[in-house]
């Protein structure tokens, strides 16, 4: 299929000055189009080989620095030593530190021993020996110099990764199941499907313009781990009633500051459109996505506008040129959690085993940890998750306990707690120049005080912790979702802290936390006020009764 060529101006009913190009706004109507309409965000990586890496960062132009970089997964990282009360007022050039984070996109979570290895030696060589998983199955290191990324870049490349539209307003990562091709109880593999995209557009100029970042779940799991109801375009497994495969379309989900669940469109895609329905709702996004502010360019404002009936209308009118046939909803997801940890059989008789880091949390040396034992036990492929955890594929039944005891020396847990499990945290203060408060350290120190006070709590209970309202780690899709702040403590002085949103979920009743009006509390009190809200639950909850319940 070619890429679907862009409307003339149409007629839809909009706001005057929403920025949409379909609708004739092609001036730039704020700085980031402009920067984009200047030069691709793409065409930033000949700049880096060239110019930047050889003369150093002084060298970068701040419109790549601070823009273009992103369109290959580099950010400033914070300088250090600013704290959150003075994210607001600094300039950016204030925040940026010398150093990069680098996003090394993993397309569905896939990796082989083989470049496992290879990020683990860039951790170390490049690093500092960061690495984190992120909830998007990414890994992030950190205190990278620009003078090593083509090196970088060549390392990753000659085993088939890359960091390409890794940030920046196009097509991100690419989220899939874990356990795609092996789980016994798939309704079907989407690994194909999110390979065809992923290489045929990816890196596409078609593409790489699109007015804010661009989320894409695909998955044919029964857990529903791909949280498909918080992505910009999601293709979820359905069965047909004659047997029939092929996926159910979810578009416009998204949390931030404005969260919305996606909505169906209620087609049916067989396996072989998938590709072709993607680059039709992607253009939409393209061609009709609002451009004039940033806080309203998410795909998720234009489905609420337009409603489903005109999306889908226009989808397969003006993009596809054919109707899709309706198709059935997902099955409900088959339990309440959703992130693979523990020890699972394979349809093939073999096991597949997850677990979970602190937080995402990693080094390079625990990432060689896990690609020599993985190897030790006969396994070629890892995985991670979209909860920051990790899976090993393909482990023959005998070698399972030796996988878990050499895993667990590691403290990579295969039987964890409720809250090491469930815990997630996003960057936080350590280096991101948007937050307002420290989450990594903290969320562990809290799983470890949880564990200490409340050794017997075993139901799921989710604990997700944001460094700023912007949401990485899911504030509002969390049973426990914490919004970092600045708050008043008792003598009144202003020190880190949490807004709370209590009960949130996805899954069979999805739905978003409640902000708690006036319920906020210090970093340093957290640990007192969770163990409250989790013992009061625990005495009050009738059997199966989730948190969101
Ligand atoms: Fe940074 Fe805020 Fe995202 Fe955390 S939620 S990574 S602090 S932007």
Known sequence: ?????????????????????????????????????????????????????????????????????????????????????????????????????????????????????????????????????????????????????????????????????????????????????????????????????????????AFSNLPRKYKTAISGCTAHCTVHEINDVAFVGVELADGTKGFDLWVGGGLSTNPMLAKRLNVFVRPEQVAEVWAGVTSIFR?????????????????????????????????????????????????????????????????????????????????????????????DRVRTTTEQKMVILDVAPDRVDSLVAELEAHDLQVKPSTFRRQTMACTGIEYCKLAIVETKKLASELIDELERRLPDFDVPLSINVNGCPNSCARIQVADIGLKGQLVMDDNGEQVEGFQIHLGGSIGVSSGFGRKVRGLKTTAAELPDYIERVVRNYDAQRKDGETFAE
Request: charged share 30%; net charge neutral; with cysteine.
């Open 287 to 379: 061609d009709y996505g609002y451009r004039r502010l940033r806080h309203r360019a998410r795909l998720k404002f234009l489905v609420n506008d337009w409603g489903t009936e005109k999306f889908r209308d226009v989808l397969e009118k003006e993009y596809l040129g054919y109707p899709l046939p309706d198709g059935p909803a997902p099955a409900p997801p088959r339990n309440g959690r959703r992130d693979h940890v523990g020890v699972f059989p394979q349809r093939d008789g073999n096991f597949y085993v997850g677990f979970a880091p602190r937080v995402g949390r990693m080094s390079g040396e625990l990432l060689h940890a896990v690609a020599d034992i993985a190897e030790r036990h006969g396994s």
């Open 1 to 205: 299929m070619t890429t679907p060529a862009r409307p003339a101006n149409r007629h839809h009913k909009r706001p005057r000055g929403e920025g949409q190009w379909a609708l004739g706004y092609r001036e730039p109507l704020n700085k980031n189009e402009e920067n984009k309409k200047n030069d691709d965000g793409l065409n930033v990586r000949q700049r880096i080989i060239d110019i930047y890496a050889k003369r150093g960062f002084d060298s970068i132009d701040p419109a790549d620095l601070r823009g273009r970089f992103r369109w290959y997964g580099l950010y400033t990282q914070r300088r250090p030593g600013i704290d959150g009360g003075k994210t607001a007022i600094l300039e950016p050039e204030e925040l940026d530190d010398r150093y990069f984070m680098l996003r090394v996109r993993i397309d569905g979570g896939q990796l082989t021993v083989e470049q496992l290895r290879v990020i683990a030696d860039i951790s170390t060589t490049y690093a500092r020996g960061t690495a984190d998983i992120t909830d998007r199955q990414n890994i992030q290191l950190h205190w990278v110099e620009i003078e090593s990324v083509p090196e970088i870049w060549e390392r990753l490349e000659a085993v088939g990764l890359h960091t390409t539209e890794a940030c920046g307003d196009t097509p991100r990562v690419i989220i899939g199941c874990p356990l795609a091709g092996i789980a016994a109880d798939e309704v079907i593999d989407a690994t194909p499907q999110l390979r065809e995209i992923r290489d045929r557009y990816i890196g596409d100029p």
